[in-house]
C-alpha cells in the first residue's frame, strides 16, 4: 500500500485528529521485528551464522522469508524451505518463492567472502518438482577458507536495500548510464535488460497497471495478500513476516478499527478503491523498468535469477535509484494467462522466461522489512 496516500481510506481529518490524541499508540515502533537489521554481522562470531544473519535479510516475495536452514556439520549449510510459507494463490510454481531462495544464497555467499570465506553450492542436490517445492534440500552450501579474500563490492549496500513501493519522481529520468551500471551486476547467469525510453515506460506502465488490477480484482489472490497484512506493532511483533503496516498512520488506523483485513476485502467500500487508486500510483510511476530472463525455467535457472536479482537491487541503491518488484504479470494462475502471454511476447522475444520484472525512479528513504530472528530458522 502507499502509505502515503493512505489517510485517504478513511477520511484524513478523523486520523490526523486522532493521532494528535493518541500518541503512544501512533509511536510505537515495532523494535523486536527491525532488530535483525542491527543485529547482522554483530551477534555471532561462527562464519556460517555470520553470513546467515545477513542473508536473511533478503529480498522475498510478500516478506514470507521461507528458508529454513541446517548447520549439521562444521562447513555445511543446508538450505530449505518452509512449505507453510508459501504463496498458493499468486505463485502456484513456488516460482517466486524459489527467486527468493536464491537472494538468499547470493547474499549468504556475498557476507561469507567479507569474512574470508568462499561458498561452494549444489543446488538442489536431490532433484526438484517443478511443480511445487518440496522438503527436499534447496542448495548445500560448504565454507571454505580462501586463501585470498574477494569480497564484493556490493555487500556495501546490504543494509541501504529495500524493495521501495512508494510512488516515484516523475521529473526525475533514470539516465541510460545508470541504467547500464545497474543491469552489468547480473553476473550469475541471467540476462538483465533495462530500458528508460518513453515508448518503453509507457507501454509497460499501461500493463503492469492493467496486471496489478487483475491480482486486485481477482478474489483469490487478493485475499492471500491481505491475510498476509500485519497491521501496527503487535502484529508486526508476533508475526514478522508477510506486508507490514506499521508506522504512526497505521498504529492509529489500527488502534480505532478503521483498517482490517475484512474492510480492505470489501469491494463495495471507500478502503478498497481508494486503496487501488494509492498502489496504481506506484506503477504509473515508473521511469524506467528492468527486467530479467533465463534461457530455461529450471529450479536451477530460478535460483539464478534470484541470486542475479539481489544484485540488481544492490546495484540500484548504490546509484541511489529506488527499484521495486511488479511480479503480478509473471504469475502463472489463469486470470493472469493474457498479461503473462503479452509481457512475454514484448520482452522474450527468443523464448527466454521472464523472471522478474520491477520498476525503477528515485524515490523517498523508507525503513527496512521486519524480519524474523535467525534462530527462528534453523533446525
Known sequence: MNRRKFLALSGGGVILAATATIGTIATRKPTDALAPWTQAGTMY??????????????????????????????DRVTLTVDTAKMLPHTDPLNRQITIGLGCFLEVMVMAAAEDGYTVDLEVFPEGSDLT?????????????????????????????????????????????????????????????????????????????????????????????????????????????????????????????GLMTRDGTLDTSSTMFQQGKVAVLENTETAMAHLWLNTRGNSREDQITAGRDWVRLNLAATAEGVAMQPLSQALQEYQEMAEHYARLHDMLAAEGETVQM???????????????????AKLI
Open 132 to 256: 511445487a517445492l518440496d522438503e527436499r534440500p534447496v542448495a548445500v552450501a560448504t565454507f571454505r577458507k580462501a586463501a585470498t579474500a574477494n569480497p564484493d563490492p556490493l555487500f556495501a549496500h546490504i543494509m541501504d536495500r529495500r524493495s521501495n513501493k512508494e510512488p516515484y519522481d516523475i521529473t526525475r529520468p533514470v539516465p541510460t548510464d545508470v541504467l547500464n551500471r545497474i543491469t552489468m551486476a547480473a553476473s550469475r547467469g541471467a540476462q538483465a535488460i533495462a530500458d528508460g525510453s518513453d515508448q518503453s515506460v509507457t507501454t509497460l506502465r499501461e500493463l503492469t497497471s492493467q496486471a496489478l488490477v487483475v491480482e486486485i480484482d481477482t478474489p483469490h489472490t487478493f485475499k492471500e495478500s491481505v491475510d498476509l497484512f500485519r497491521i501496527g506493532k503487535a502484529e508486526v511483533e508476533a508475526n514478522p513476516d508477510g506486508i507490514d503496516f506499521s508506522g504512526p498512520m497505521f498504529e492509529t488506523l489500527g488502534a480505532f
Open 45 to 74: 562470531t561462527e562464519p556460517r551464522k555470520r553470513a546467515l544473519s545477513y542473508a536473511i535479510l533478503a529480498p522475498n516475495p510478500h516478506n514470507r522469508q521461507p528458508w529454513l536452514v541446517d548447520l549439521s556439520g562444521e
Open 357 to 375: 520484472l520491477a520498476r525503477l525512479g528515485y524515490g523517498i528513504a523508507l525503513p527496512p522489512s521486519p524480519r524474523w530472528p535467525l534462530e
